[in-house]
Structure formats: structure tokens, C-alpha cells
């Protein structure tokens, strides 16, 4: 498989790889800091002067926090804190913890109390993203209570000697201030390869592996281990051998990461001219200088949700234009292909209301849920159309190179097709836009097994393998329990993913893949093979998928994406990447 493997047989804990590399020494478990709030209640006058004290302390060292992350690591990672900010100013929290003192409770009870029941709501919603934003309330939460009573502060003592550390979980201002010099590895017990806490070892450099299970927080303490942040397993007690080889695997992996950092720009053409558009997966028009410095020729997943995840009501019409004005002016006539709001399933926003239901991901989600609330479809397309009136010149390019496209999410049937192409092109000549390439994402297999008929009525595709593989497979990608098994490289996604392809080159229609095996340098082989026109990926994985494109042959990656197809597991198709790298080598 891919990352380091031992040739001994050390004792491994598996996890899921969220920052890559690969970190030696001695394990530190961080015992869960349990903190008990005394509840000793005072008059509700002097409560809330505490109250509002503490807030107000608490707000100057969120901002100061986010102005030395933004000064180490960049504005994107420093949102967070000033998204904390937000958090604390939530008047819903304020007024649950002012009940819960006006019912005789103390302040530093009431907050604590306070928070606890907001972030539990979070959390039991079952999106990764709300799951983070518990952590953070929980984090920032710990902050006022610390400002309300000293005595209340929570923190962690870490040896002296560099050390792989293993916790429960992380919140995201520790994991801000670790020093990568003193914490060489993360290893945690829950948390997911989507948190604050992963993005930031990401930024920081420092590998990481989450959902390792209760199991980690029992090893004892200066215990040897090697932990591979790709893979997400922990080997422990590894012999000498086994530590020669990891460090000269690290070795030989940072020379190359180097090299192909310094290559970046290049486009990613195969030996023999065959070219694949390369574009970043991103949020906001901030992420933009990065994608393009680690060489995106465009965007080719603009996550639209996260306008909506991450503020506490929706955002109107001139909010989303703005936005996607920014986009497209910071990408300067580069593509960008905007995904409308993708909610619903694992992506659950509390202020929208929508139903509970029993089982989300079979419910309503994607374009079931936009044909239902054109009050959510509506003012998004308009945003859009706008966008495109101002910033889409005449006569522009289509396909893949179009300068603004709009992709649908969840598609299942040519009747949603039709719908939705219909209101949009209503919604086109009301603002008097120029048509823009419309397109749909492949997540499901009925929607790949009659791709054929589908391109008909659309302009291009998107593979979301992340969701192709869930369903194909019948396993909650979210299920910790599971994950290992929930390979994108099955080789039933991957004839799904030729299907496709196959099915779009019979009308001319353009396929890319915005799913987590795009950024994977094998995987994006086998992709190219299938006959993917375009990936995109986060922008950390864009070197490292060019130089490989670029080191092949076109015929040699459809012989290669043809005998993964015919193999009979994923196992047995990730081994194909052993031989093909040895045969390079």
C-alpha cells in the first residue's frame, strides 16, 4: 500500500491518515482533561458583569491568537479562530447561559452547562463539519471559563524530548500552538481527516493520523513507535531495521516533495503530449493564491456549503454574488467550476431546519433537496447568473476552459436534469447572463451506469468518488469502523468511474474528478487511464500529482487503469502501485 511499509512486523494501530509523513520517537499520552465546574450561584447582576468580562477577555485573545496564526501559517488557518469569535457572540448560547443563572445556577456552572448542550446539538447532527464546530465551541468554551474562574484552566504538559503525541482529540488552539521542533507526530483517538485540528497539522508539517480508537490512549507513555501520517497506522516497538528504513523513506520522500515543489508550474503532460487539466478543490476566494502558487490552472470544485456551514443563517443573494465575484476575479479568466449547495446527508445545517431524517444519505440531499426549497436553488443561480453578466466576457471559452461553469450535485435521473436546466436557463434570460456550461456530478451508480443518456442533457461531469465509493460499496464513509474498507480504488468504483467516461465520450462531454483520489498520485494515474479529463484536489496534493502524470505514458496508464479494473479488491489494485513505481524506479 501506499507510505512506508515495515519489513519486520511491529505491532500496528490503524487509524486514518490525516497530514502526511512520517514521524519516529517516543509516544506522550495526553490523559482527557476533565474539568469539574463547581455550580456556587451569585446575584445575576454581578453573574453577568462576570460574564460579559470574560467574553470580552476572551474576544481580545482570539484576536491575537488569530493574528500570530495568520503571521506563522496564513489567513486561512486564522480564520478559525476569528471564526471562534463568532461562536462566543452566538446570542442563543448567551441567553441559554443567562437562563440557567436566573434558575439559580452559578456563572462559571451556567457557561460551562451552556456550552456543553449547544455543542452536544452540533455533534449529534453527524456532520463532520458541524462535529468540528462543537469542538470548537468546546475549545473556545474552555477559554471563558478559564476567564471566569483561573482556577478553571485547563492545559497540557508535554515532555522535553520531541514526541509523538496521542490524545483523545485536540482542539484546534492547541493544535495551533504546538511546536513542530517538540511534537514531531499527532496520533488522536477520535476526531476525522476533515477537522481543524487535521487541517492544521497539515499546515504546521506535522504528520498525523486520526480515529485511532480508545486503544491509543492506553499505550504506555516513551514508548518507540513510528507513525505514518499517509497510511494513518502507528507501529510500535519497530525494530532497528524498521527504524533505518522509515528514515530513509522520510529522506527520500522529502527530496522529493522538494523537487516537485520546485516543478509545480509545469502542466501535467504525459511523456507522449497527452495533457490533463489540473484545478484545486476550495471554499473561498482567500484559498486562491495558494491553489495557484502550488500550480491549479483553475478551481474545479468550488465547495459552495461551506457559505452556509460556517455562519449562523443563510446567506442572502448579494452575500453568495459577492463571493463568487471574488472567485472569479481571483482567478483572473482561469477556470472555475461552482458546485451549487450540496446539503443534506453527512451535511446537515442547523439553521436551515430541515427534517430529520431516519436515514439522510438515502434522503433528501443534493438536487432532491434545491428542487424542493427554490427559496435555497433560487437566490444561489441568480447569485451565479449575475457573476456571470459581470465577469464572463462574450464569447468565451466552453468545456473545461469555461472561465465560470455550474455543476449539480446528486443527480439520479434525467428528469432532475431537465428540471434544473430549465430553471436555470429561466433565471439566464431574467438577468440577461451569457450561458455558461452546466453540469452534473456522477456520486451515485445509477447516475454513472446511464451516463450515457445523461450527457445528452448536460454539458460535462464530475466524479465525486468520495460518495461513488459510499455508495457503491454500502458503507457510511463517515463509519471510523469501516473506513479502511471504503477504498475508492475498488475496482467496482473504478468501472463505475470507465462507465463514465465512456458514456460522456459518446456526446463530446468533458469528465473531471473532484474526489479524494484525485489527489492521490496513483490514483490520478488510473483516472487518467480511465479517461478523466480534469482532477482537482487540495492544493498540497498538486505537485506530487504532476510530476507522476508527467513521469507516464498515455498508453501506459490505460494499460494500468484496464488491469485494476480486472483485479479482484482494492488490495490487490493498490499493489499494482508497488509494481508500477518499482518498474519506474
Not at 508539517?205 to 485511532?212: L, Y
Not at 443534493?366 to 435555497?376: Q, S
Not at 479529463?533 to 505537485?543: A, N, V
Request: charged fraction near 25%; aromatic fraction near 2%.
Amino acid at each position: 500500500m501506499a507510505g512506508w511499509n515495515p519489513a519486520d512486523a511491529p505491532r500496528v494501530m490503524g487509524g486514518i491518515g490525516a497530514s502526511p509523513g512520517i514521524a519516529i520517537g517516543p509516544v506522550h499520552v495526553l490523559a482527557a482533561a476533565e474539568i469539574s465546574v463547581p455550580d456556587e450561584p451569585e446575584p445575576l447582576t454581578s453573574g453577568a458583569d462576570r460574564l460579559h468580562r470574560a467574553l470580552a477577555a476572551t474576544g481580545g485573545q482570539l484576536r491575537a491568537l488569530a493574528d500570530d496564526t495568520e503571521r506563522r501559517l496564513g489567513k486561512a488557518d486564522a480564520g478559525i479562530f476569528s471564526a471562534q469569535g463568532e461562536l462566543i457572540a452566538d446570542t442563543d448560547l448567551i441567553t441559554l447561559a443567562c437562563q440557567l443563572m436566573v434558575e439559580g445556577h452559578g456563572v462559571a456552572f451556567a457557561w460551562n452547562a451552556a456550552v456543553e448542550r449547544m455543542a452536544g446539538r452540533l455533534a449529534a447532527l453527524g456532520n463532520p463539519v458541524l462535529a468540528a464546530r462543537a469542538a470548537d465551541l468546546r475549545d473556545v468554551g474552555r477559554r471563558v471559563l478559564a476567564q471566569i474562574d483561573p482556577a478553571l484552566k485547563s492545559g497540557h504538559d508535554l515532555p522535553d524530548v520531541p514526541c509523538i503525541l496521542i490524545a483523545p482529540d485536540l482542539a484546534p488552539s492547541d493544535t495551533a500552538g504546538l511546536d513542530p521542533a517538540r511534537v514531531i507526530g499527532l496520533a488522536t483517538a477520535q476526531g476525522g481527516p476533515t477537522s481543524h485540528t487535521a487541517i492544521l497539522a497539515r499546515t504546521l508539517g506535522i504528520p498525523a493520523a486520526v480515529a485511532g480508537g480508545p486503544g491509543l490512549l492506553g499505550l504506555p507513555n516513551h514508548t518507540v513507535a513510528i507513525l505514518d501520517g499517509t497510511t494513518g497506522r502507528l507501529y510500535l516497538d519497530p525494530s532497528e531495521a524498521d527504524i533505518a528504513s522509515a528514515e530513509s523513506w522520510r529522506a527520500r520522500q522529502r527530496e522529493q516533495a522538494e523537487a516537485e515543489a520546485r516543478e509545480r508550474a509545469r502542466p501535467a503532460e504525459t511523456r507522449d503530449g497527452h495533457r490533463i487539466a489540473i484545478g484545486a478543490n476550495v471554499n473561498n476566494p482567500e484559498q486562491v493564491p495558494l491553489a495557484l502558487d502550488q500550480g491549479a490552472e483553475g478551481v474545479g470544485l468550488m465547495r459552495t456549503e461551506f457559505l452556509f456551514l460556517e455562519r449562523g443563517d443563510t446567506p442572502g443573494e448579494d452575500d453568495q454574488y459577492a463571493t463568487y465575484s471574488g472567485m472569479l476575479k481571483a482567478l483572473a479568466g482561469r477556470p472555475l467550476i461552482v458546485r451549487t449547495l450540496d446539503i443534506g446527508g453527512d451535511k446537515q445545517v442547523a439553521h436551515l431546519h430541515l427534517p430529520r431524517e431516519e436515514n439522510p444519505f438515502l434522503g433528501v440531499r443534493g438536487a432532491r433537496l434545491l428542487l424542493r426549497r427554490p427559496d435555497l436553488m433560487e437566490p444561489q443561480l441568480r447569485a451565479l447568473y449575475r457573476a456571470a453578466k459581470d465577469h464572463v466576457p462574450a464569447g468565451a471559452p466552453r468545456g473545461k476552459d469555461a472561465p465560470l461553469s455550474i455543476m449539480m450535485p446528486m443527480i439520479t435521473s434525467v428528469p432532475e436534469v431537465l428540471r434544473l436546466r430549465e430553471i436555470c436557463e429561466a433565471i439566464r434570460r431574467e438577468i440577461g447572463a451569457p450561458e455558461v456550461p452546466l453540469g452534473i456530478m456522477i456520486e451515485v451508480p445509477a447516475a454513472a451506469i446511464q451516463a450515457d443518456v445523461l450527457a445528452r442533457h448536460c454539458d460535462f461531469f464530475s466524479i465525486g468518488t468520495n460518495d461513488l465509493t459510499q455508495y457503491t460499496l454500502a458503507i457510511d464513509r463517515q463509519n471510523t469502523e469501516l473506513a479502511p474498507e471504503a477504498d475508492s480504488l475498488h475496482p467496482a468504483v473504478l468501472r463505475l468511474i470507465r462507465m463514465t467516461c465512456e458514456g460522456a465520450a459518446r456526446h463530446g462531454r468533458f469528465v473531471g474528478v473532484c474526489g479524494g483520489i484525485a489527489g492521490d498520485p496513483f490514483g490520478a494515474c488510473l483516472l487518467a487511464g480511465l479517461g478523466v479529463h480534469e482532477l482537482s484536489m487540495t492544493p498540497r496534493d498538486l505537485p506530487g500529482v504532476k510530476a507522476r502524470l508527467r513521469a507516464a505514458d498515455s498508453a501506459e496508464l490505460k494499460a494500468l487503469a484496464a488491469q485494476a479494473c480486472a483485479q479482484e479488491d482494492a488490495a490487490a489494485v493498490r499493489a499494482l502501485d508497488t509494481l508500477e513505481t518499482g518498474e519506474r524506479a
